[in-house]
């Protein structure tokens, strides 16, 4: 598992690196009212904070003022070694849902995984991602300090996208000036990201969780990690996840394995086959073609912009946006 995900790392970056967004440049502030339309920023993690100095590929940020406003936040964390700009997709149907949706650049580099995948200790999942998460120094695993932790760097882009833009009310997610009114936002992510939003629904109450193709399985101990197992302050009920059977860096038996003991209801149930509200089950599989054939794509499938099944017009398949629009807004 651990050469195939390296392999992952080492020519990801190289194929999606010309990736670009279009960017709606929004009219200049003050403005005398919300104008209707979508918005999408590419915003420097540096740019937010002259102390956030390292894993400083853009954030990707999307509203669209055209619906009906949630007042909830996604926010979603790429996999390994990838940014924001693959997963721009996933990001805008949020936002097409009413959602604030933030694509958050982080540390995401490989040493999770070197340092707990195949550890005696099954506590070193859990340190890692604790540490990306708060920069709190507990483990020797990863390397992060409380300016690149994700915490602060979520802040620090919500303060500045509320200094640019303060009539689109980005404050709500914060209590305070830096502290996140965590019960307001939806967390998802891919792989490494889908990881840390299931733990960080651990440690703080959040309104939902979503995972894609994503666990912390420890090899040498054959089982799902401490975490995974331990209780949460947001409730199984509030978790979803949604993987291909075939992917090629998570064990399918393994994974299924880790739903049952995360608590997540509800039998796997196929969405080529079963449709919407898919028996009311948050455990989500797919067996369709990708559409890109190269680099672990039934693992890529469930939400990487270059993997997702297209219908014959280049547009997502009915299939994948029913699956979406179920978990983001069941």
């Known amino acids: 598992m651990l050469n195939k995900t390296l392999f992952f790392l080492c020519t990801a970056t190289a194929l999606f690196a ?115 998460f708060n920069g709190i120094d507990v483990t020797a695993g990863v390397t992060v300090n409380t300016d690149n ?40 992510g891919h792989s490494q990201g889908g990881g840390h939003a299931a733990y960080i629904g651990k440690q703080v109450i959040v309104d939902r969780v979503i995972v894609f193709s994503s666990i912390d399985w420890n090899g040498l101990l054959n089982k799902s990690a401490n975490w995974v197992t331990a209780a949460g302050l947001t409730p199984a009920s509030k978790y979803y996840n949604f993987i291909h059977p075939a992917d090629e860096i998570f064990n399918w038996n393994n994974a299924r394995q880790q739903f049952t003991d995360a608590g997540i209801p509800g039998q796997p149930v196929n969405i080529d086959s079963v449709a919407a509200p898919y028996n009311s089950s948050h455990n989500l599989y797919t067996r369709a073609a990708p559409a890109l054939a190269i680099i672990v794509p039934n693992h890529n499938i469930t939400c990487l912009d270059l993997y997702t099944p297209k219908n014959g017009s280049g547009q997502l398949s009915s299939t994948f946006t029913a699956a979406w629009e179920y978990l983001l807004d069941k």
């Open 18 to 132: 010309c990736k670009k967004t279009d960017t709606v440049v929004p009219p200049a502030d003050p403005i005398p009212y919300p104008v209707a339309a979508l918005y999408q920023y590419n915003i420097l993690p540096a740019a937010t904070s002259s102390t956030i100095t390292a894993f400083n590929n853009e954030h990707y940020v999307c509203l669209d003022t055209r619906v009906i406003l949630k007042n909830k936040l996604l926010v979603f964390f790429p996999g390994t070694s990838a940014t924001p700009s693959f997963y721009t997709g996933i990001i805008q149907k949020a936002a097409a849902l009413g959602y604030h949706a933030i694509g958050l650049m982080y540390t995401n580099n490989s040493d999770l995984y070197v340092a707990s995948a195949s550890s005696p200790d099954n506590n070193q999942f859990g340190l890692c991602r604790s540490e990306i």
């Open 149 to 188: 932790c994700i915490k602060n760097r979520l802040a620090k882009l919500l303060q500045y996208l509320q200094l640019q833009n303060p009539w689109q009310n980005w404050q709500q997610f914060l209590n305070g000036t830096a502290d996140i009114n965590w019960s307001k936002c939806l967390l998802g």
